[in-house]
């Protein structure tokens, strides 16, 4: 009969293990609410490779239930030494335990003992008859418990490789040693790691040297009249309690008072309805992908409407719900499937494409004094733009409404909202049919019309709902006097889109070919042989085998050739320096030179989306193609603008962006005078930092280098960055960090009242606001648990910040859209950047946009600091930036 297999994970390992294996990418791995989630994505990224490799039967997850365990009772210092966990993993371990749940697994801590010691009980007591056991970790204390039946799997650096200790393999890897004396190992030679003593001058060489002859601690103690007389003898001997105590420290307990049956680990597969919610909230899109959640039955009673292809005029009335179907996501591209209005007492469908001939449906689409309620306006204009141009916006738009009332929930469907305000008429039935390949309609027309049906049911009695909770919470003129007229600016920017050159990206193509032809030509001379570059194993081959570079990291296939290790190395050999250049340019190539020939239109043009309600910050994202992350610092990179060109060969690419906006909102809100008296007596704010951090008199001292990590320090502040953060942006310690950080705030007081400030304000209401009331609700501003706490802290101090400036920028846009028809000029808004707007204007109104352009932006609110623009302009974006 096969045996069951119980795996058991040592929880604080490996998510500590999982925070570096991605800590490269630390900055890259946040989720909308701006929480680092490089340790969560790589814990269950482990977690998945060993579910597959091992296929258990019965799982738990320990961690470690404080700081202090029953060893600190016998060592004041065990563990004493270790720096302190860095807040950016302090603030994903809640969430890492909140995937465990997800993932249909348990976990366990106990009062006064570690993680090792409820792992080791478990796997002492377990059936070995019915179970074979697998421990892993990234800690080696627990290859003591390796046996015939436990495997201790111990994770690389990386995030699938494992090592597997058996007695096999430590007899191997330690020169004959048992499992057990592992323990006996710690006790002479101790472990730096977790601050046990051993032996003074005792290493682990000595160590299994003396074991192999003795067998223990005690042995060595039990012979130690026969030694000669040495140095090392005489250390033993004085050392003998604390070789003894080493060893007890080193011990795993294998019968902790543990309160757990092993039929209750019993693995049943991942909770749903949990690890769903929470990868959209971590979006996590890649794991959601491999869900294979099916798709919902339509439970739904019967709905009334009426299906027409050629409506009159009477059945159009005032404030009805409007929705257009497509079945994906790009609504410039995807065909409208079906059109559906109507109100409480009558709702009309269609699929019929005549309806966008039909004159009484043209005349209620544009006539803008009939209010016509939406969810998503923008997508519905863009959509319906191809068949009829809409004047300006509609009266109610439910997604953004939602948006601002909870940022949290970024559905992107109508049927997350009616979860949210439980209105469980439609609630299972409005979402899109189908999920990723399996988009489609429904074989029959009814059960499609009804769906339709029921998403104008939704939107008629979400409206007056989601509007007076905008009044209430003082939010109705953020609705109305920016969000709302932001959307139909952003429509009209995604409709004209932006002009691309598509032969001087097919020449870029060719001369990126060329220039990868080169340096793959350099490759191969210093290599001395040919070989695929883009193969790990090969260049791992030639740097590692043939080269003799110092192995930085090891895969399961072998030497790893990732580009934090090629960073390492890139100092011993210029070959690695050309190996990154070569990935780097292939990126470039591949992701944004082809990449955007793919998505080039008919018009000669691209036309970014614009996500609105994506970001709890209110900043703006764009997709398909994301026109606001082309690469900009290496110079092949900043090439791809030249690509962006105005529509017509008299016009010109016009460029403007705000000067330091955040520092400058932070100057306003803090009221510190020093912030405040740099930005208004023009004096540049990075070096003015520098001079009152380090201590500097001149400005003529502030060196290049100082003033980077002057504006490291700046912008970290804004950003809430803990030491550890800034001392891995600097590569200097994490004291000289806190010290940076310290400085500042005794220079700079009205910085740290109005960060105490923000976060008692929070507290009080449990939420953090913009300076146009954009709320961000901070569910663990009062936690009791620290790591949620603190991260609820910095967000209650920079959301106000990031959220006033994305804010200052939409209201200038809308000010600049409304002067710009005003004086019916022909220049377009084409693209907003984070802080940047760009346009394509005739070179006859150059001079007029330039004036008004940086009249609207530098005047568009009203500051304690000026707000300051800076513009370019030239026949490329490239040219005007």
């Known amino acids: 009969m096969a045996k069951n297999k119980l795996l058991l994970v040592d929880g604080n390992s490996v998510a500590f293990r999982a925070f570096y294996a991605l800590h490269s990418s630390l900055e890259r791995f946040k989720n909308p609410s701006g929480l680092h989630t490089n340790a969560i994505y790589a814990f269950n990224l482990m977690f998945e490779n060993v579910m597959e490799k091992e296929k258990p039967s019965h799982v738990l997850v320990a961690f470690d239930a404080g700081k202090t365990t029953f060893r600190n009772e016998m060592y004041e210092d065990y563990k004493g030494g270790r720096a302190k966990t860095p807040g950016e993993l302090n603030e994903q371990l809640p969430y890492i335990r909140e995937l465990i749940n997800g993932l249909g697994i348990s976990y366990y801590e106990l009062k006064n003992y570690e993680a090792d010691d409820i792992i080791g009980t478990l796997a002492e007591q377990v059936d070995k008859d019915k179970f074979d056991v697998t421990i892993l970790t990234g800690d080696r204390d627990l290859t003591q418990l390796a046996t015939d039946d436990v495997k201790v799997a111990i994770t690389k650096k990386g995030v699938s490789d494992t090592e597997d200790y058996t007695p096999e393999h430590i007899a191997e890897k330690y020169d004959g040693l048992k499992p057990k004396q592992i323990i006996d190992m710690k006790g002479l030679a101790g472990d730096s790691s977790d601050n046990i003593p051993g032996v003074t001058k005792i290493g682990d060489k000595t160590a299994i040297k003396l074991l192999n002859q003795y067998d223990s601690v005690e042995g060595v103690y039990e012979h130690i009249d026969e030694m000669k007389q040495s140095k090392m003898k005489e250390n033993l001997i004085n050392d003998k309690e604390t070789a003894l105590l080493s060893k007890k420290l080193a011990t795993i307990n294998i019968s902790a008072p543990i309160d757990v049956s092993i039929d209750s680990l019993k693995y049943e597969g991942s909770d749903l309805d949990k690890l769903v919610p929470f990868y959209k909230e971590m979006n996590f899109r890649t794991f959601l992908d491999n869900l294979d959640v099916g798709e919902e ?54 699929k019929s494409d005549k309806i966008f001939e039909n004159k009484a449906f043209k005349n209620w689409l544009t006539d803008k004094s009939r209010g016509k309620r939406v969810y998503n306006a923008k997508s519905t204009q863009v959509a319906l733009n191809r068949y009829i141009a809409l004047p300006e916006g509609f009266s109610f738009d439910v997604l953004v409404a939602a948006y601002l009332l909870d940022n949290t929930d970024n559905t992107d469907d109508i049927a997350g909202i009616c979860a949210h305000y439980d209105y469980q008429d439609i609630q299972s039935d409005v979402a899109v049919y189908g999920k990723g390949a399996k988009k489609g309609l429904p074989e029959d027309d009814e059960t499609f019309f009804a769906h339709l049906a029921r998403k104008i049911k939704a939107i008629q009695w979400l409206t007056p709902k989601l509007e007076g909770e905008l009044k209430d919470k003082n939010q109705l003129d953020l609705y109305k006097n920016l969000e709302a007229p932001i959307s139909s600016i952003l429509a009209e920017m995604e409709i004209t889109g932006i002009t691309v050159d598509a032969q001087r990206l097919n020449q870029m193509k060719d001369e990126f070919a060329q220039s990868l032809q080169k340096i793959e030509e350099k490759i191969f001379e210093q290599a001395g042989e040919k070989f695929n570059i883009n193969s790990p194993k090969q260049l791992g081959h030639i740097l590692f085998e043939k080269m ?38 292939a990126k470039i190539q591949s992701t944004y030179v082809e990449g955007l020939l793919k998505v080039i239109l008919q018009d000669g043009k691209v036309h970014t989306r614009y996500l609105q309600t994506l970001t709890q910050t209110g900043r703006l994202s764009s997709v398909d193609p994301n026109l606001q992350n082309i690469p900009i610092r290496l110079e092949e990179g900043r090439k791809i603008r030249q690509a962006f060109v105005p529509q017509k060969h008299d016009w010109v690419i016009y460029s403007s962006d705000y000067s330091q906006i ?52 700046n912008f970290g502040i804004v950003y809430g960055i803990s030491d550890y953060g800034l001392s891995q942006n600097l590569g200097i310690s994490r004291k000289e960090a806190k010290n940076y950080i310290d400085t500042y705030f005794e220079r700079y007081p009205g910085v740290k009242k109005y960060m105490n400030d923000s976060v008692e304000q929070a507290k009080e209401k449990g939420f953090a606001e913009t300076l146009y009331h954009r709320r961000r609700y901070l569910e663990d501003i009062n936690s009791r648990n620290f790591n949620l706490r603190s991260f609820a802290e910095r967000t209650a101090i920079n959301s106000p910040i990031q959220g006033s400036a994305a804010d200052i920028l939409k209201i200038a846009m809308i000010e600049l859209d409304k002067q710009l028809k005003e004086k019916q000029l022909e220049t377009n808004m084409l693209l907003q950047v984070h802080d940047e707007l760009v346009f394509e204007v005739p070179e006859s109104e150059l001079k007029t946009l330039d004036q008004l352009v940086k009249e609207v932006m530098e005047n568009a609110v009203h500051l304690d600091v000026p707000l300051i623009t800076e513009s370019s302009w030239g026949k490329t974006w490239y040219d005007a930036k």
């Open 297 to 350: 039955e339509n439970k739904m009673e019967d709905i009334l409407f009426e299906v027409v292809d050629e409506p009159t005029e009477e059945m159009f009335t005032d404030e009805m719900a409007l929705y257009v179907e497509m079945l994906g996501e790009n609504y410039h591209v995807e065909d409208i499937v079906g059109v559906v209005w109507g109100n409480d007492k009558k709702i009309y469908v269609t």
């Open 548 to 585: 003799n570079l110092p192995v930085i990291k090891k895969t399961k296939t072998g030497y790893s050739t990732a580009v934090d290790v090629l960073e390492q190395l890139k100092d011993k050999s210029p070959i690695v320096e050309n190996i990154l250049k070569y990935r780097q340019i």
């Open 662 to 713: 955040e520092l400058r909102v932070l100057a306003h809100v803090s009221k510190d005078e020093h912030l405040q008296e740099a930005f208004n007596e023009n004096q540049d704010i990075h070096a003015s930092t520098a001079m009152r951090v380090f201590d500097i008199e001149k400005p003529e001292d502030v060196t290049a280098n100082i003033r980077r990590q002057a504006k490291a320090v």
